[in-house]
């Protein structure tokens, strides 16, 4: 099966109409409402698995790689850490194994045969979209489940940024643009392949990191208020 899930690029023109109705996804979404609807951190996450999947970004995504960043962000810094609240671990856990794991995951699926190929066939497009939330949601819930020390807890979640900054780096200036599922796209949109590859990597570097840097200072408070409870 070859086409891109979210249907085809759209122009600039349609984009406003571009909605994923598919009955399978909404039903899915629905049902995990239903599930999470007594947590709020949970239906949050549900909402933003809706703009992932359901609003127009998911056929900007099948045009630019900058789009596809910003899905990607959604699901992996946003929706994961959202959903590990409302869904946390049964025992306490390793961070490192999870770091690892998702590291991983999120690097080999921006290697171009394996990028090009989720884009271009429908089952490899949700084994890359449920590997990158599942294996996030493992870090997050490994990171926000307040067993290990909040040093540690800050450090990976600072090092989470740090590799997709990297990433992102490697993006921004790569010499050519890398992913043939957007060799033309972008430039119905006022850009060349070549620069809507160095915006997506500009994203993964700086606005990115605004989830993270959120949860950091939750993290800080959370370490911060059981200090103040051990002293009292």
């Given at each position: 099966m070859h086409a891109t899930y979210c249907g085809p690029a759209p122009?600039?023109?349609?984009?406003?109409?571009?909605?994923?109705?598919?009955?399978?996804?909404?039903?899915?979404?629905?049902a995990l409402g239903v599930?999470?609807?007594?947590?709020r951190a949970g239906l949050?996450?549900?909402?933003?698995?809706?703009?992932?999947?359901?609003?127009?970004?998911?056929?900007?995504?099948?045009?630019?790689?900058s789009a596809r960043v910003v899905h990607h962000v959604l699901l992996i810094a946003v929706a994961a850490p959202l959903l590990a609240l409302a869904v946390p671990a049964p025992r306490p856990g390793g961070i490192v194994i999870p770091f690892v794991v998702s590291t991983a995951v999120l690097w080999i699926w921006h290697i171009p045969a394996a990028y090009d190929a989720a884009l271009t066939n429908i089952p490899v497009y949700w084994v890359m979209q449920i590997s990158l939330l599942g294996s996030a949601m493992l870090f997050w819930r490994a990171?926000?489940?307040g067993d290990g020390a909040p040093v540690d807890r800050l450090?990976?979640?600072?090092?989470?940024?740090?590799?997709m900054g990297l990433?992102?780096?490697?993006?921004?200036?790569?010499?050519?643009?890398l992913y043939a599922a957007h060799r033309f796209a972008p430039l119905a949109w006022g850009m060349t392949p070549l620069e809507d590859q160095a915006l997506g990597g500009l994203i993964m570097w700086a606005p990115a990191g605004i989830p993270?840097?959120?949860?950091?200072?939750?993290?800080a408070r959370q370490g911060w208020s059981r200090l103040k409870a051990t002293r009292a």
């Open positions: 122009l600039p023109g349609e984009l406003a109409t571009s909605w994923n109705l598919d009955p399978i996804l909404l039903a899915a979404l629905f599930g999470l609807r007594r947590d949050a996450g549900v909402a933003v698995l809706a703009i992932a999947f359901v609003s127009p970004l998911c056929a900007l995504s099948a045009a630019l790689f990171v926000l489940a450090g990976f979640v600072i090092a989470a940024f740090a590799q990433l992102g780096a490697l993006l921004t200036f790569a010499p050519t643009s993270y840097a959120i949860a950091t200072i939750w993290i």
